[in-house]
Each structure stands twice: as C-alpha cells, then as structure tokens.
C-alpha cells in the first residue's frame, strides 16, 4: 500500500481519537476505528459494483458521517474521489445539474455515490446511464480489506473553485497528501494528544476535504465536523463548538471571520462561550484583509479569543492545500507599503505616511516547497519585487484532468505559475497583492480589485462581503473598471443613488481612480463560487 493507506487504516486501528457528526441537533462521536469498520463495509459495497484500482468515482453528499468512510473506501479500492460542488442558494440548479453531469462525463466516473440531502438527483444521473450507488446501500455488503495502492497513484480529483462550464480537476496523488499533511503538522506544531479540531468547512472545497477531513483521519486526530448548513444556519454554532469541545485549531476563509465577528458582537453576551483554547484559527482560501482580522480579534476578545491564534495562511488545490503559514502563535503581522510604488513600479517599499497599503504577511513556505517571485520575461526577481508567484515540491501536482485530457500544471523544472501576483519580504516571506487576472492596469498602474471591493463595502447600506470591482475593456489602453454592490436598499431610488455617490467616493479615497459605474443590486446577486470566493469574470454581465 501507499504511505498514505497505510498509514490511515494503521491509525483507524490504533487511535484513541475520532470525529464528532450531527452538531447541533444529535451530536455523535465515531472513533476512528467505527469509520474505517463502516469504510470496509462501504468498500465491500464498491466492490461488488466492479470499483477497482484507477476508477473514478465521484460524491455527492452532504454528511461528515457518510463521507469519511465513503473516502477511505475509494481509497480501499484503489481508486481516485471528486467530491461535486453542491448547490446553495444562489445557484441555478438547472446550471448547476449540467455542469455537475459535465465534470462526472470529464472525469469518466465509473460510478456516483449520492446520499441525502441530494437523493432527488438519483434518478436524474441514473437516466444519463450513470451507475448510481447510495451509501445506504453500499453499507449493507460484507466487509472487504484494501487493495494495492502506490504513490503514484490519484486519490482526490479537487475541482477548482471556478468549474463552471469548462470543468478542471486538479490531480492530487497519494504522495501529495503525505507531503502536504506532513509539512503542515509541523508548520502548526500540531499535537495529536491535545489538539482538537473543530470545522464546517465544506468537503467539496480543498481546505474542507483535504485539510480538515483527510489530514485528521490521516493522522488519527480528535475532530468536530458539522457543515456549511449548520454554520449559516447558526454562525455562532461555532463558537459554541469551540467552547463546547475545547477547540484548539479551526479554519475559514477570511469572509467567514468577517461574518463570525458582526455575529459576535450583535448577537452574543461575554460569558455565552469561551474562545481561549483556541490557538490556532486559520484565514486561507482568499485573499486575507487585514482590516477584517482586526474587527476579529476586537470582537472576541470579550469571549477569550486571543490575537496571535488567528493565523493567516496561503494555499490552494495545486499544492494539495496549503502553501505557507505566518508564524505559529505570531498572529497577525502586517507590511505596509507605499501604495504609488506599488501600483506603478511593481516594488513593496515599506511606507508609514503618505498613500499606503497594508498587506498581510503569509509567512515562509512549508517544508517540502520553494516559492519564488518571477516577471514577465520569467526573470526572478529579489526580495520586495511584485510578480508572479512560483512554487515547487512534493505536494505539487503534476497536473488537471480537463475536457480536453491531461494539462500538465508543472514546467520543465517543476515550478507551478499560481497566477498570483505578489513578493517576498527580506526574510522570504510571502506576501499576495492579488490575482494577476483580475488586475486593472490603468495608465500602467496596477489596481487590485480588493482594494476597491474593501473600499465599497465601507459604504452604510452595502452588505459585508458582498461588492465586486469587475474589469472593462481589459488589454485596451483605456481599461476601466465597474462596481457592483448588493443592497438590501436596492429598490428604493433615493438609497441607490445615496449609495451609487458613496461607493464612488470610497473607491476614489482608496485607489485616486473613479469608476466608470457603480450598480447597486438585490442581495444574492452576486456570483459567488461554491465556496463564497467572488467570481469576478462572471460579474461582467451585471455592469455592462
């Protein structure tokens, strides 16, 4: 068996710990034998529908409980999972059915475990001539033991946050994950006897399904899993979690914490909950705002949250997870930077006065990678030079499977273009000005939507998180750029042009440049990936 397989179901066997399911309603702990006793039963299940060695299989569901032994049996098998994006309210389901039977045809699956709340898309798959199989079902087989894996072989197919329409599933190997799991624990200083993790994170995302479901079970780690339903159903669930099971380490992107701190102050009393066992809270999957980690650390002090627990981090599915941390128990650490030199001459210089911009330091790489920062003729550049970012090492995939077959992901060096642009400090740490794509070049300068986006949202009247800076004629010597914001005021003339002025004149303070329109819209408008990351390129038909 691979190192990965092994040694899981070593630790399944031997671990003292497990994961606790059905917060807040039925709260159930399964040790991690209990899972890997229903895995084999799930496996046996998975072998009677011909599931071997380098199938695809991919998941629809929506329970920690089913999904934990569901993935260890495809691992059992051989074989590789692509946990689908699941629906929320903001999505087209019709969209969404036709680009879900895209990526099962793209991926080739060999079958499609669905199990509730997902069970009226049964018959649906089953009529495109897909072999569907539940977990209820496979449950009820005899228990079967693994087969051969290798290093080598596929174990998650992660969609990338933005598969719609042409659909992308990054490769992530068995030795991945070794890679990535490994570096992490040590970046987190990770300690098996006393850390609990609590999380909602969704599994069809790379931080939820790789971070915060395989590494624990990887390693035999006590968990709390509930879902992104439990969680905005009850923001506070979570803190009530962390109290409730002495949480050590937690993770969201950056627009939850937003979220969790407007709760904390609105809608809870110092003495609900205590925060103080959490020492490691981690802010991944965009872009982290520093402006939102202070309103953070500012709400939960009353509860016990402390400022150096909340540690900002840089990832993504191409490394399997996680690229760096900032320092364990650091918390925080900012670099300001003079905002002109930034925009127009590609350079960091640290600034106290005048125009500046204050970007979060991401810490070093992770043992296992190299980062580094190249211009556009792929020369590198030294430490406090904006370019793109570079990484390379064992947790790096090899590469996508996509529509059109394999896209290799490396160069001929093994370097990864993350497509983000950003630079390293003096002392190499990282530190992401933004995505080169969604960058506005005026007058050749660099505008870096969430600066704009930040600025908008300040405006009274404009949900949190919910504004969007799209680019305009991109490539042409006149780009521009448009503002979309929801508003609950959408519908009252008088507040929209209020509104229309404001986000205006916050963007101009911000970045000294106007947009050319703002548009004010209806809440859940938006475009927003399955995991709450902004789609900007889809926001274009909203300002045009």
Not at 173 to 187: D, K, L, R, T
Not at 249 to 268: D, E, I, S
Request: include cysteine; hydrophobic fraction near 45%.
């Amino acid at each position: 068996m691979s190192r990965f397989t092994e040694t899981m179901f070593h630790n399944a066997r031997t671990s003292p710990h497990g994961m606790v399911t059905g917060e807040p309603d039925a709260p159930v702990r399964h040790s991690w034998a209990d899972v890997h006793e229903r895995a084999c039963r799930v496996a046996g299940g998975l072998a009677a529908a011909g599931i071997g060695h380098a199938d695809a299989v991919a998941v629809l569901a929506g329970a920690p409980v089913e999904i934990a032994p569901t993935a260890q049996a495809v691992w059992m098998r051989g074989a590789s999972l692509t946990m689908l994006h699941q629906p929320t309210p903001r999505t087209d389901l019709l969209r969404w059915a036709e680009e879900t039977i895209g990526v099962i045809d793209m991926i080739s699956a060999k079958a499609v475990i669905v199990s509730d709340p997902f069970m009226a898309a049964a018959p649906v798959l089953a009529e495109r001539g897909l072999t569907v199989l539940t977990v209820e079902a496979l449950l009820a087989h005899a228990p079967t033991g693994p087969t051969a894996t290798g290093e080598d072989d596929i174990a998650l197919m992660q969609l990338t946050s933005g598969s719609t329409g042409s659909p992308k599933a990054v490769q992530i190997s068995h030795a991945n994950i070794v890679a990535n799991a490994e570096a992490m624990m040590i970046g987190c200083r990770f300690d098996l006897d006393t850390d609990v993790i609590v999380s909602w994170l969704p599994c069809f995302h790379d931080m939820g399904m790789t971070g915060y479901l395989t590494v624990p079970m990887y390693v035999g780690a006590e968990l709390v899993k509930v879902t992104p339903v439990d969680f905005l159903r009850d923001t506070l669930l979570w803190a009530r979690l962390i109290d409730k099971y002495k949480g050590t380490m937690t993770a969201a992107p950056n627009f939850a914490y937003k979220v969790f701190a407007k709760r904390l102050r609105g809608q809870a009393t110092p003495g609900d909950f205590d925060l103080s066992s959490l020492r490691w809270a981690l802010s991944g999957a965009e872009q982290v705002d520093p402006f939102d980690v202070e309103d953070l650390c500012d709400a939960g002090a009353p509860f016990g949250l402390r400022p150096e627990a909340i540690i900002p981090a840089y990832g993504m599915a191409e490394t399997t997870v996680a690229v760096s941390f900032s320092p364990c128990g650091g918390g925080m650490l900012v670099d300001e930077v003079d905002a002109d030199l930034l925009t127009l001459l590609h350079r960091a210089v640290p600034a106290t006065h005048g125009r500046t911009r204050r970007l979060v330091n991401l810490g070093r790489p992770l043992s296992g990678l190299e980062l580094r920062v190249v211009d556009e003729d792929g020369g590198v550049l030294g430490p406090r030079g904006v370019g793109v970012i570079e990484v390379r090492g064992g947790p790096v995939t090899k590469g996508y499977l996509t529509e059109a077959g394999f896209l290799a992901a490396q160069d001929a060096r093994g370097w990864y273009d993350t497509g983000d642009l950003g630079y390293l400090t003096e002392c190499g740490d990282v530190v992401v000005c933004g995505r080169l794509k969604d960058v506005i070049i005026m007058a050749g300068r660099n505008i870096y939507p969430t600066d704009i986006e930040r600025a908008a949202c300040r405006v009274p009247g404009v949900r949190p998180g919910c504004s969007v800076a799209v680019r305009l004629d991109a490539g042409l010597s006149r780009e521009t750029f448009a503002v979309a914001v929801e508003s609950t005021k959408h519908d009252q003339p008088d507040d929209v042009r209020r509104i229309e002025r404001l986000v205006a004149h916050e963007v101009v303070a911000e970045v000294d440049v106007r947009p050319r329109n703002v548009v004010v819209l209806e809440p859940g408008t938006i475009p927003k990936t399955p995991s709450g990351k902004l789609r900007r390129a889809h926001a274009l038909s909203l300002v045009s």
